[in-house]
């Protein structure tokens, strides 16, 4: 069984850093025709640098499962440096 991911992708400069948002549709190929719906999921995120060394950001995801799976919402934040 084979993954389609068919996406949209908006992004673009916000307060110094960078914002996305990402709109993803799965499904199983034609080999699998039992199981179509893969789910959605839509992704929101935000990342900025900070001084010569530093960056951060945040991010959100939402997924909504389809035929398989279950519904699962995260969200995270990272730091990292950079030499």
């Not at 960078?18 to 929101?44: M, Q, T």
């Amino acid at each position: 069984m084979g993954l389609v991911d068919t996406y949209a992708t908006l992004s673009g400069p916000l307060a110094g850093g960078n914002w996305s948002v990402v709109y993803h549709r799965f499904k199983a190929d034609e080999r699998a025709p039992a199981i179509n719906d893969l789910g959605r999921e839509l992704d929101i995120s935000y990342a900025r640098k900070f001084g010569k060394h530093y960056n951060a950001g945040i991010k959100y995801a939402a997924f909504s499962a389809g035929d398989v799976a279950v519904d699962t919402d995260k969200i995270w934040a990272w730091v990292g440096l950079t030499f």
